[in-house]
């Protein structure tokens, strides 16, 4: 298939074809997510701060599926490198079953434990809200997580395009469904949430379909599928990790949301959670690129191609950094403009500059946060996710400990608390992800020049 092609061909090739529908995929994404916003905006300041208080709960569903969805990228990805197309059918369908078991288990145990993260997080007042916003994601769990896992299988395979497809559905009838279920039938948060899960229950069956139907070169025959210990091994070697990497950053925001509310009360809360989403899109290019590497490495390493490797790399840094360089020039002189997108009501007009100060603050971390993203790509890809973990880990922990220290000044310290945690976690992942890098492409170099040298010997 070409797809598949595309993945096995030269790094600037390959990066494109895979970076360029995701790419749009996420401006798609990341646009109904401002859409979303905007019409939530009309609700006033209360509805925003209960959904922003509900956001960790949502992000540790959703990590489970992320963190599956990069393992089994990487391993499908691997396997079609090497060309053993029957391990990666079989990861196809393990993958499946794990996320199934996975989505009833955490869907379980985060219903009882939602009140108290909220009521811990300051939001006893709009506890009522923030429930409302919280159960439909509890009951579609595993919708969510299937999510990044069709993603992820997708890219794996070169598909980028089907990929594209699936995301812009969700997105589309999101942004269709969210004034209807918010306003039209009056269901208010509720109506949000419900949104988003029918977009992705929609693209869960249309990916479902072409699996089961021959559209994709990795298949899935779940009659007769039997269970490799292998294959799977493989794909949870890195998504384990991510998993749990995934859910910590969620998990480590609800003290971290506690201080901030404590210091900046609903305003402030609000100023420190949305001014970030101007971030979020100027990332979008970074993410995409660095999302694109991890199949791209992962065949390289199946094809045994260490030069492959390490151009793919290089263009990643070039691209990432030129890219968002220009955003964040951009963001820094356009600020106040685009706060006011989500000024939707009177109480949220009134934070139109704190909320544009939060934004030329952040801005200085686009090129922080991209080398934190590549170099993380880079460590899951040559299988050392524990050491991302581990880091990311970290990172969370200082955001943490600074936001304490921050607190007891400012809102603005606080912003610039990000700043630095961001600067600091920014060179140590990078050293962590060229270390790895080198000595993984050192050791296939090694391993090629002893087999060329024992091959005339064996003659």
């Known amino acids: 298939m070409r797809d598949v092609e595309n993945l096995l061909s030269n790094p600037r090739r390959a990066l494109l074809t895979l970076s360029l529908p995701l790419l749009f995929a996420l401006v798609v994404e990341n646009l109904q997510s401002f859409i979303d916003g905007m019409w939530c905006s009309g609700l006033g300041s209360e509805a925003m701060s209960a959904i922003s208080l509900s956001n960790p709960i949502y992000g540790m569903i959703a990590a489970f599926g992320t963190g599956i969805g990069v393992g089994v990228s990487a391993a499908i990805a691997k396997f079609i490198g090497s060309g053993d197309k029957a391990s990666a059918d079989n990861v196809s369908v393990s993958t499946i079953l794990l996320v199934l078991v996975i989505s009833i288990a955490a869907s379980a145990i985060m219903w009882f434990l939602t009140e108290p993260i909220v009521i811990f997080c300051g939001g006893g007042d709009s506890l009522e809200l923030c429930m409302e916003y919280t159960r439909p994601f509890l009951f579609m769990s595993f919708f969510l997580m299937m999510n990044a896992v069709w993603a992820g299988m997708l890219r794996a395979e070169g598909a980028a395009k089907k990929s594209m497809f699936l995301s812009v559905i969700a997105s589309v009838i999101n942004i269709v469904l969210d004034p209807i279920m918010i306003y039209t039938?009056?269901?208010?948060?509720?109506?949000?949430?419900?949104?988003?899960?029918?977009?992705?229950?929609?693209?869960?069956?249309?990916?479902?379909?072409?699996?089961?139907?021959?559209?994709?070169?990795?298949?899935?025959?779940?009659?007769?599928?039997?269970?490799?210990?292998?294959?799977?091994?493989?794909?949870?070697?890195?998504?384990?990790?991510?998993?749990i990497e995934?859910?910590?950053?969620?998990?480590?925001?609800?003290?971290?949301?506690?201080?901030?509310y404590a210091c900046g009360g609903e305003a402030g809360?609000?100023?420190?959670?949305?001014?970030?989403?101007?971030?979020?899109?100027?990332?979008?290019?970074?993410?995409?690129?660095?999302?694109?590497?991890?199949?791209?490495?992962?065949?390289?390493?199946?094809?045994?191609?260490?030069?492959?490797?390490?151009?793919?790399?290089?263009l990643t840094y070039k691209y990432t950094l030129t890219m968002e360089l220009v955003f964040m020039i951009v963001i820094l002189l356009f600020a106040d403009f685009f706060v006011q997108a989500?000024?939707?009501?009177?109480?949220?007009?009134?934070?139109?500059?704190?909320?544009?100060?939060?934004?030329?603050?952040?801005?200085?971390?686009?090129?922080?946060?991209?080398?934190?993203?590549?170099?993380?790509?880079?460590?899951?890809?040559?299988?050392?996710?524990?050491?991302?973990?581990?880091?990311?880990?970290?990172?969370?922990?200082?955001?943490?400990?600074t936001f304490v220290v921050a607190a007891t000044i400012s809102m603005h310290a606080i912003y610039w608390a990000c700043d630095v945690t961001n600067f600091t976690m920014m060179i140590v992942i990078s050293a962590f992800a060229v270390h790895y890098l080198r000595k993984m492409v050192g050791d296939m170099r090694d391993r090629a020049g002893k087999t060329a040298g024992a091959t005339p010997n064996s003659r």
């Not at 609000?270 to 989403?277: K, L």
């Not at 990332?283 to 199946?302: D, H, Q, R, Y």
């Not at 946060?369 to 299988?383: K, M, N, P, W």
């Open 342 to 401: 989500f000024m939707g009501s009177e109480s949220m007009s009134m934070l139109h500059d704190e909320m544009a100060l939060a934004v030329r603050i952040y801005s200085l971390t686009c090129i922080f946060h991209t080398c934190r993203i590549v170099g993380t790509s880079i460590l899951q890809a040559t299988r050392h996710a524990l050491v991302a973990t581990v880091l990311t880990m970290t990172r969370e922990f200082m955001f943490l400990g």
């Open 185 to 243: 039938l009056d269901m208010g948060v509720l109506g949000a949430s419900l949104a988003t899960c029918f977009s992705y229950v929609a693209i869960t069956v249309i990916a479902f379909r072409w699996y089961l139907t021959g559209r994709t070169y990795v298949t899935m025959d779940f009659r007769s599928y039997r269970f490799s210990k292998l294959p799977l091994i493989e794909a949870l070697a890195i998504g384990v990790p991510c998993a």
């Open 269 to 314: 809360f609000v100023c420190y959670t949305y001014a970030f989403r101007f971030i979020g899109i100027a990332l979008i290019p970074s993410i995409a690129i660095a999302k694109s590497l991890i199949p791209v490495i992962s065949a390289g390493i199946g094809q045994n191609d260490p030069d492959k490797i390490m151009d793919s790399c290089r």
């Open 246 to 260: 995934m859910v910590i950053q969620p998990l480590i925001s609800v003290p971290q949301n506690a201080v901030v």
